[in-house]
């Protein structure tokens, strides 16, 4: 499966961003899906993940109630509406794809497939 990441931006804080992650192939709802971060000079970090049909979720600490994620297995993309935006938020986000049996894997290294990454920058 191929992903394709869109949405990032230059916003201040307090601001709102929706990232959208369109995959190609007809399989998209046999995937787990998440949006993982990177900033420079730091590790890829989780940020979060849902399950097959979208009614599960999980999310790092420090984006609840924040972050909320979402997806559209008819149009096989998902999407991480952030609000509240922090400049701790700054990084390059990345969507991918997990194909587990079970669970929802927050590990880098438990997904398959990812995008190229979208920027955010969260600055005032």
């Known amino acids: 499966v191929q992903l394709v990441e869109s949405g990032g931006g230059l916003v201040q804080p307090g601001d709102s961003l929706r990232l959208s992650c369109a995959a190609s192939?007809?399989?998209?709802?046999?995937?787990?899906m998440g949006w993982f971060r990177q900033a420079p000079g730091m590790e890829r970090e989780f940020v979060a993940a849902l399950s097959r049909s979208g009614g599960s979720t999980i999310y790092k600490d420090s984006v609840k109630g924040r972050f909320t994620i979402s997806r559209d297995n008819a149009k096989n993309a998902q999407y991480l509406q952030m609000n509240s935006l922090k400049p701790e938020d700054t990084a390059a986000y990345y969507c991918?794809?997990?194909?587990?049996?079970?669970?929802?894997?927050?590990?880098?290294?438990?997904?398959?497939?990812w995008g190229q990454g979208t920027q955010v920058t969260v600055s005032s």
């Open positions: 991918a794809a997990a194909l587990v049996y079970a669970g929802i894997p927050t590990k880098a290294s438990d997904y398959n497939y």
């Open positions: 192939g007809r399989t998209f709802s046999a995937y787990v």
